[in-house]
């Protein structure tokens, strides 16, 4: 059942392609949630705040995702603001080499689906916000496929179209600090 509908949602995407439609909305609905992560409350001091990231909340339930939306020369985000920096919000060190970065370097985590298994590690990418665009390096995974613990923090899992920025990333999108948080973007591999 799940390969026919596989093949229908190709099938319809194509038929869209070649029409001149919008594949990206109908290629981000084939990308589901492949199961969900039940919250527990962070211990004592456990959860880093900085930026003002979420703690999970006990006994809450959050969709996990193996799959982010097709890739194009185009891609809708959501930008977020992330520290890589030793004892920020960004927990342990970066997933493509496990190191800390400074946040004054242009880097970002890619949610799970794009991050694609280290494939796009120290690959360059370009985001289009704010009426400008920066190049950023990725050097690391928004995890999509899990959360709530200690080696996520104790945040939620990543959803799915995240691009998890550096303040360098923000600073040159010539984003006011008291916006950062959530920007709708669009981005393209450099």
Known sequence: MKRSAAILCAVVVLLVSLVGGDCTRIAAQA??????VRGRKPPPGQCNTENHSD???QGKLYPVYKCSP?????????????????????GGPSECDNQYHSDDTPIVALSTGWFSHRQRCF?????????????AMVVDECDSTAGCDNDHDYQPPCPNNIVDASKAVWMALGVPESD???????????
């Open 31 to 36: 990308c589901e949630p492949s199961g969900n």
């Open 55 to 57: 703690c999970c909340k």
């Open 70 to 90: 097709q890739a194009t020369s185009n891609t809708k985000a959501v930008l977020t603001i992330n520290s890589f920096e030793k004892g920020g919000d960004g």
């Open 123 to 135: 690959n360059n990418i370009t985001i289009h916000g704010n009426g400008r665009s920066v190049v």
């Open 180 to 190: 950062w948080g959530g920007l709708d973007i669009t981005w393209s591999d450099a």
